[in-house]
T-cell receptor, first 113, second 112 residues
Framework: DAGITQSPRHKVTETGTPVTLRCHQT?????MYWYRQDPGHGLRLIHY???????DKGEVSDGYSVSRSKTEDFLLTLESATSSQTSVYFC????????????FGPGTRLTVL | ELKVEQNPLFLSMQEGKNYTIYCNYS?????LYWYRQDPGKSLESLFV?????AVKQEGRLMASLDTKARLSTLHITAAVHDLSATYFC????????????FGTGTRLQVTL
């Protein structure tokens, strides 16, 4: 299994509070991704990173920000959580941004009340 | 905007039967991936298809890609209960980084 951990694994928070999810990898892969999974939508890309301090938006980036100060860590922040951000969040990594498959972390279940 | 459609969305099949899951996508791409997800778990990579006519097989699963038709298929041969899971296809439209667009998934239930 690819060395990917996510923390926390479960979180319940209230509307309007900031939330940060962490993805940590031990594979030294260059590319890291954040997805959200919702029923009926499959997985949707939120943000991705192609190197330290290099990030870009995915298809559902509104309300989210990311940071990557080290190769191994990719943080996803919800500045002011809303109920529509209740979801399961997956981090993924890949060694290249070309044709390699992505390896997924265990996921974080976030509930915003 | 790239759209990826899978059908069927739900498939109940008996052990020993064969069936095919279809994945259609809307714009040109020659990079398609299949993943498996067990309930409450993460996604596991099954196949990487990178050219027109590509065919990959692993056990009772075989995946193929027709880039001209913008279609990939995941064929299940002689299904067994352990194959029960949700299967996703994902398409990469290329460019910087591998930005995947996923289908909504096919939930496969194999019954005795």
């Amino acid at each position: 299994d690819a060395g990917i951990t996510q923390s926390p694994r479960h979180k319940v928070t209230e509307t309007g509070t900031p939330v940060t999810l962490r993805c940590h990898q031990t594979e030294n892969h260059r590319y890291m991704y954040w997805y959200r999974q919702d029923p009926g939508h499959g997985l949707r890309l939120i943000h991705y990173s192609y190197g330290v301090k290099d990030t870009d938006k995915g298809e559902v980036s509104d309300g989210y920000s990311v940071s990557r100060s080290k190769t191994e860590d990719f943080l996803l922040t919800l500045e002011s959580a809303t109920s529509s951000q209740t979801s399961v969040y997956f981090c993924a990594i890949s060694p290249s941004g070309d044709t390699d498959t992505q390896y997924f972390g265990p996921g974080t279940r976030l509930t915003v009340l | 905007e790239l759209k990826v459609e899978q059908n069927p969305l739900f498939l109940s099949m008996q052990e020993g039967k064969n069936y095919t899951i279809y994945c259609n996508y809307s714009t040109t791409s020659d990079r398609l991936y299949w993943y498996r997800q067990d309930p409450g778990k993460s996604l596991e990579s099954l196949f990487v298809l990178l050219s027109n006519g590509a065919v990959k097989q692993e056990g009772r699963l075989m995946a193929s890609l027709d880039t001209k038709a913008r279609l990939s298929t995941l064929h299940i041969t002689a299904a067994v209960h352990d194959l029960s899971a949700t299967y996703f296809c994902a398409v990469d439209k290329g460019g910087t980084a591998s930005k995947l667009t996923f289908g909504t998934g096919t939930r496969l239930q194999v019954t005795l």
